[in-house]
T-cell receptor, first 114, second 109 residues
Framework: IAGITQAPTSQILAAGRRMTLRCTQD?????MYWYRQDLGLGLRLIHY???????GKGEVPDGYSVSRANTDDFPLTLASAVPSQTSVYFC?????????????FGAGSRLTVL | GQNIDQPTEMTATEGAIVQINCTYQ??????LFWYQQHAGEAPTFLSY????GLEEKGRFSSFLSRSKGYSYLLLKELQMKDSASYLC??????????FGAGTTVTVRA
C-alpha cells in the first residue's frame, strides 16, 4: 500500500539522549515535511524539504535537524532531547513543495522525553 | 507569523448539521485546506478552496471568502464516525502551510 511509514510508533527517551525518527515514502513525492502536534497548538512545521538534497527551516526548528539524501527518506534527529520536545511527530509528503498540494501524513511517532 | 482561529470544541447530535468556522490573517494567501483527524490517527484531506464560494463534496461542504479571511466547513447528516478533529490550514504567501489548532467535533446519539 502506497504511503508513508514512520518509526518508531512510540518511544520514551531520557533527556540528553540523541534520537532519530525515521520517515520513508513510496509515492515518489518531491516534498517532505516534519510537523509536531501538541494539544491546543495544532500542527507546527519543524523542517521541510522541497526536493532531494535540499532542506529548510519551518516554524519551530530549534533542537531538530533533518537530511534528505534521497527522494524516499527524510529522518528527523533530536541531537540532545529535552522534555519540551515531548510531542507527537508527523511526517508528511506532497507532490510539489509550493504548498498548494494535498499532504499525505504518516501515522505519527509519539515521543516522550523524561 | 500566521494567525488562524477556529473553535476548540463543538458538540452536535447524530443526523444534524454542524458548521465549523475558521478565520485567518496571513501574509498572502494561496489557498485553504480542511483536514480530518480521528483520535490517535493521521490527518486526512477533506477539501481545498482557493476561489471564493462553496465547494460541495457529498455530506461535506467548504466555503471561502478571501475578502473576509473566512472559511467554514459544513458537515451534514452527521454520523457517529464524524466525531474527530477538523483542521483548518492556510497556504500563505511563502507557501509554508500553516495549521489552526483544530476543532474537536463530538457527535452524540
Amino acid at each position: 500500500i502506497a504511503g508513508i511509514t514512520q518509526a518508531p510508533t512510540s518511544q520514551i527517551l531520557a533527556a540528553g539522549r540523541r534520537m532519530t525518527l525515521r520517515c520513508t515514502q513510496d509515492m515518489r513525492h518531491n516534498a517532505m515535511y516534519w510537523y509536531r502536534q501538541d494539544l491546543g497548538l495544532g500542527l507546527r512545521l519543524i523542517h521541510y524539504s522541497n526536493t532531494a538534497g535540499t532542506t529548510g527551516k519551518g516554524e519551530v526548528p530549534d533542537g531538530y535537524s533533518v537530511s534528505r539524501a534521497n527522494t524516499d527518506d527524510f529522518p528527523l534527529t533530536l541531537a540532545s532531547a529535552v522534555p519540551s520536545q515531548t510531542s507527537v511527530y508527523f511526517c508528511a509528503s506532497s507532490d510539489r513543495g509550493d504548498g498548494a498540494n494535498v499532504l499525505t501524513f504518516g501515522a505519527g511517532s509519539r515521543l516522550t522525553v523524561l | 507569523g500566521q494567525n488562524i482561529d477556529q473553535p476548540t470544541e463543538m458538540t452536535a447530535t447524530e443526523g444534524a448539521i454542524v458548521q465549523i468556522n475558521c478565520t485567518y490573517q496571513t501574509s498572502g494567501f494561496n489557498g485553504l485546506f480542511w483536514y480530518q483527524q480521528h483520535a490517535g490517527e493521521a490527518p486526512t484531506f477533506l477539501s481545498y478552496n482557493v476561489l471564493d464560494g462553496l465547494e460541495e463534496k457529498g455530506r461535506f461542504s467548504s466555503f471561502l471568502s478571501r475578502s473576509k479571511g473566512y472559511s467554514y466547513l459544513l458537515l451534514k447528516e452527521l454520523q457517529m464516525k464524524d466525531s474527530a478533529s477538523y483542521l483548518c490550514a492556510v497556504i500563505p504567501g511563502d507557501y509554508k502551510l500553516s495549521f489552526g489548532a483544530g476543532t474537536t467535533v463530538t457527535v452524540r446519539a
